[in-house]
Every structure is written in structure tokens, then in C-alpha cells.
């Protein structure tokens, strides 16, 4: 969108200007406290391990049932994915995001969702989010398109590529493992999908000089079945809404954060939470994460199983595209569209 500004641009040539489109009014009780209540609910977010997950280790499922409960995010250790991989994909992107403006406009978005700009640039006169972004279509592989894909530096399409094809694999895993969970066949869960849909957003925070003041995320929901996220391993940025309060998820080295989504909520009738979360950048450094999205196909049906039903049923039947098509109409706003999904709404 032309009226969004571009941020890294805007803190290179000021690194102490924050302009007031980008101001906002935290509510007192929307603060991050650093009391030890947050430090402790912190580090009570659940880490499980994948490799015990796949062999449908039973301890490790009940871990994964309290945590879509309790918390709908969890941190994944013992994945499987080259540490080498991880820090080719963030080296190459962090050389990505240093080229000219030109060089990076090549690709940039234009009316739809995918290339490199400002993702929620819905309307003039918004609050602005501190970040930059990249989008892709990843799986099914013939939704990729590839005049959005950066050209340079050397060998970063095929570093996207060896990145997302792990993430669908752990992804699937996962999927498998909540199948179960659920009380399903192993695999029924990954054919409700119809065909697993995968998209990567790759969000840039440069350092912001009045890092309280602005967000580089807006408190949101992910609408998918679950994101899996990869982050800086020594700068915390992202945090989710627990108790009333905003707890960072500290980065565990070569660890992904995966998190519920709508779909995976709504398909539980709420038993599994797809829990708020906002990004704040940091005041002195760059913060680069990776966001991958995995959806039900637009034609999958999304509602609430019979047998997860305990007293009544929270959300209607839909089809995942519909839903979809009205949770990105607006800009990120909280819970807003599962709210829509509800019975009554
Ligand atoms: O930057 C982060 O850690 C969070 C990213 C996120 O929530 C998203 O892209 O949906
Ligand atoms: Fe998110």
C-alpha cells in the first residue's frame, strides 16, 4: 500500500523517528509486567518433544493435550531439522532484507497477499505495525508464484524451499499427533484438511528507539490449524496473552514455537486454544522471525466433532475458505474472527 511506510527504510535514515501513525495507546493492564508472575508464567510454557510425539510416546501426548489446552502454544525440541538448515534460511534472509529498496520492490505486493511489503496496510489513518514483511505460497506446491520469490542472494529459493519442505514434515507430524489426541484415527485429521495448505511470513523488526510505544505485531489469532514459528535465538520479541498479561516466549536455541490456530479451535469445540499473541520489537536490535502457516484447504468443512462436544456446541460448521475470506478482510484485531465463527453470531 503506498501510504505505508516503509519501516526499514524509515529507521535507517532516522533511527530515532517514530512517526505517530505508528503510536499506540497500550492500555495500562495491556502492559508486560516483569513482575516474577510473568517471568514464572513464562517459563511454564510447555516444551515437548517430537521425536517422542511421532513414536506416540504416551506421556508426550497427554504433554500435547494439556498444552493446546492450557496454553495453545508450546515450544518443539528433538525435531529433526538440520541446525545448519535453520541458520542457512535466517542467514539468507537477513541478505535478502539488506539489499537496495529497488532490488527488494522487485517482488513487491501488489493487491494480493504475497511478496515482500506491509501485509496489514488495510486502511489509511490505522495504527502502523513496526515491521516489514515477505509472503509466500509454499505447499500445495503448484500454488507457488514464482514472480514473488527473491531472486537473490544465490541459492535463497532453494534454502525456502529445503526450510518449508521440514516444516511440512514436522507440521504433519504434529497433525498426526493431535489426531490422536483428539480421539481420531492417526490420519483423519490431515484428510479433513483435504490438502494441507502452507504459506510463510517472514516478519522484519528493526530496532525501534521507543520499543514501548509501538508494536511490531498487533495482537492477533492465527486462523490456521497450527503455525509454526521460528525466532531469533537471543532476541525475545513475540508474546502471548495469558491470565490478563503478556508473556514473552523466550527463545530456546534451534527449538520452533508452534502454536493452536482457529481451525485446530474450532474443530475441538474450544478444548484447544487458539491463543492472542503480539510481536514488540526491541530498542537496539533487528528482529527477523519466521512465521509458517499451515491451513485446511479452502473446500475442507471446519466444525466442531460430535464427541468433543461436552455440554453444547461453541461454533458452527463452515467451510475453511469462507471463514478465511472474512478473518483477512480487516486488520489484525484480536480474537475478533473467531468470535464470528461462533453459533448465534
Ligand atoms: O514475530 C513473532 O514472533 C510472531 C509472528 C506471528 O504471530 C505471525 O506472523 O502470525
Ligand atoms: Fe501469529
Redesign the pocket.
Known amino acids: 500500500m503506498a501510504f505505508a511506510p516503509n519501516v526499514q527504510e524509515m529507521v535507517r535514515s532516522n533511527p530515532l523517528q517514530v512517526p505517530e501513525t505508528f503510536l499506540v495507546s497500550r492500555k495500562e493492564e495491556d502492559e508486560p509486567k516483569s513482575t516474577a508472575e510473568v517471568l514464572d508464567l513464562s517459563s511454564k510454557i510447555p516444551i515437548l518433544d517430537l521425536s517422542l510425539l511421532s513414536r506416540e510416546h504416551k506421556e508426550e501426548l497427554n504433554k500435547l493435550d494439556q498444552a493446546c489446552k492450557e496454553w495453545g502454544f508450546f515450544q518443539v525440541v528433538n525435531h529433526g531439522v538440520a541446525t545448519e538448515l535453520l541458520q542457512e534460511m535466517k542467514d539468507a534472509t537477513a541478505k535478502f532484507f539488506e539489499l537496495p529498496l529497488e532490488e527488494k520492490n522487485k517482488i513487491r505486493m501488489s493487491g494480493g497477499r504475497e511478496g515482500y511489503g506491509q501485509a496489514y496496510a488495510i486502511s489509511e489513518g490505522q495504527t502502523m505495525d513496526w515491521s516489514d514483511t515477505l509472503i509466500l505460497s509454499l505447499y500445495p506446491a503448484q500454488s507457488r508464484d514464482l514472480q514473488f520469490w527473491p531472486t537473490a542472494p544465490n541459492g535463497f529459493r532453494e534454502t525456502i524451499e529445503a526450510y518449508s519442505s521440514e516444516v511440512k514434515r514436522i507440521g504433519e507430524e504434529l497433525i498426526r499427533s493431535l489426531s490422536t489426541i483428539m480421539g481420531l484415527e492417526k490420519d483423519a485429521l490431515l484428510g479433513l484438511h483435504k490438502e494441507v495448505l502452507q504459506a510463510l511470513?517472514v516478519?522484519y523488526?528493526p530496532p525501534c528507539s521507543m520499543p514501548d510505544k509501538v508494536l511490531?505485531?498487533s495482537p492477533?489469532s492465527?486462523t490456521t490449524t497450527i503455525?509454526i514459528?521460528m525466532?531469533e535465538d537471543n532476541v525475545t520479541?513475540?508474546q502471548i496473552r495469558k491470565e490478563g498479561k503478556w508473556v514473552p516466549?523466550k527463545p530456546i536455541p534451534n527449538a520452533l514455537?508452534v502454536n493452536v490456530g482457529d481451525a485446530l479451535e474450532i474443530w475441538s469445540n474450544g478444548k484447544y486454544k487458539s491463543i492472542e499473541?503480539?510481536?514488540v520489537p526491541n530498542e537496539s536490535r533487528l528482529?527477523i522471525?519466521y512465521?509458517s502457516?499451515l491451513f485446511p484447504h479452502t473446500d475442507a468443512e471446519v466444525g466442531p466433532f460430535d464427541h468433543m462436544v461436552e455440554s453444547s456446541r461453541i461454533y458452527k460448521k463452515l467451510k475453511f475458505g469462507d471463514y478465511m475470506a472474512k478473518a483477512i478482510k480487516g486488520k489484525l484485531d484480536g480474537k475478533a474472527h473467531t468470535e464470528m465463527a461462533k453459533i448465534g453470531s
Open positions: 511470513r516478519n523488526t511490531a505485531l492477533h492465527d503455525t514459528l525466532q520479541g513475540l516466549v514455537v499473541h503480539r510481536a528482529r522471525s512465521a502457516f
